[in-house]
């Protein structure tokens, strides 16, 4: 059997944790690396973590000052010696069958995808998302963007957390530190290392939605994305579609906007907000000269005043 290391990072998550790090330990794939990276929590977390470990000597723990997500998935990382590496956060949990089925579907693709159910953690209750327009099947690099922009499935495509990567996808790869979206900064660079990617129907992780999560906060660090979206634009021109390259840069300005309103309280909002244009507008330049959109010319200029480009994107989004 293939050693799979699983990586969970924790953070203060002590009414969770023990139901995460118990479906990782009952998993019916028994040859596993159970990495838990303690990100300086200040409850009881890294004693939960330590007295799982001196229960299962496949678990290890490693205990870091305060990094955040990022940095904790980075350690893990470091210290993994599976030929398959898997990442689950500490207030989810998985489906007993998760590793099994994943590896046993893998084939020959580089990375396999799962679905995902959500949990209300106030109720239990599981939500089962979109599975009409999944089914099992590999995917190219090409069509992996293809479902990401069109297809409405960026949660499925670009989260760290219903997946499990050959771990040599991470060679000279990590996670950005001290950003949120970090997966939305990666994930370009680990589907330029794909050959092929294996994308099937099953539902095997429980993705709990809690208050004082990061994806619960207000901020919703859209100047960050589009800061993900505009890494990718080299890449891009290289290995993809001119429909890909085009698609990418009509997600831009959105975000770009609705960042402007969402930082307007912040001093150096306008200077944020004219980098990341400039850079925006060096790879829209570069597309344009080859390319004509019309829909592209008129969000250049809609950027201009980002102030009413936002006015029109929150009534639009309305």
């Not at 207030?91 to 995808?113: E, F, P, R, S």
């Not at 106030?122 to 999944?134: G, K, M, T, V, W």
């Not at 634009?233 to 609705?258: D, G, K, Q, T, V």
Request: hydrophobic share 35%.
């Amino acid at each position: 059997m293939k050693l799979i290391t699983v990586i969970v990072p924790v953070y203060n998550v002590e009414n969770y944790l023990s139901k995460c790090i118990e479906s990782i330990m009952e998993q019916s794939y028994k040859n596993l690396e159970i990495i838990l990276v303690d990100d300086g929590s200040n409850d009881n977390s890294l004693a939960i973590c330590n007295s799982f470990s001196q229960k299962d000597d496949r678990v290890k723990v490693y205990h870091t000052k305060n990094l955040g997500l990022s940095n904790a998935r980075n350690v893990g990382l470091d210290h993994a010696n599976g030929e398959y590496v898997t990442f689950i956060d500490s207030d989810d949990y998985v489906h007993k069958d998760m590793i099994k089925t994943m590896i046993n579907k893998i084939g020959n693709a580089d990375l396999v995808i799962c679905n995902y159910e959500k949990v209300l953690s106030d109720s239990n209750e599981q939500i089962s998302q979109d599975q009409a327009c999944l089914k099992d099947e590999y995917w190219s690099p090409e069509q992996f963007w293809q479902h990401y922009y069109w297809r409405n499935l960026h949660v499925f495509c670009c989260v760290a957390w219903n997946k499990l990567y050959k771990l040599k996808l991470f060679n000279n790869v990590r996670y950005p530190i001290s950003m949120i979206h970090e997966d939305e900064y990666i994930i370009n660079n680990l589907i330029n290392n794909c050959q092929k990617i294996k994308v099937i129907k099953d539902s095997l992780y429980y993705y709990v939605q809690r208050q004082g999560s990061i994806m619960h906060n207000t901020y919703r660090g859209y100047f960050e994305i589009a800061e993900a979206f505009l890494g990718r634009c080299s890449s891009f021109h290289e290995y993809h579609s001119n429909n890909i390259i085009e698609e990418n840069l009509n997600e831009i300005p959105r975000l770009l906007a609705l960042g402007f309103n969402e930082a307007k309280s912040q001093n150096n909002v306008n200077e944020k907000y004219n980098l990341l244009r400039k850079k925006y507008n060096f790879f829209l330049k570069q597309y344009l000269r080859k390319n004509f959109s019309i829909k592209l010319y008129l969000k250049f200029w809609m950027l201009k005043v980002p102030k009413l480009y936002s006015l029109y994107l929150k009534k639009f989004l309305k």
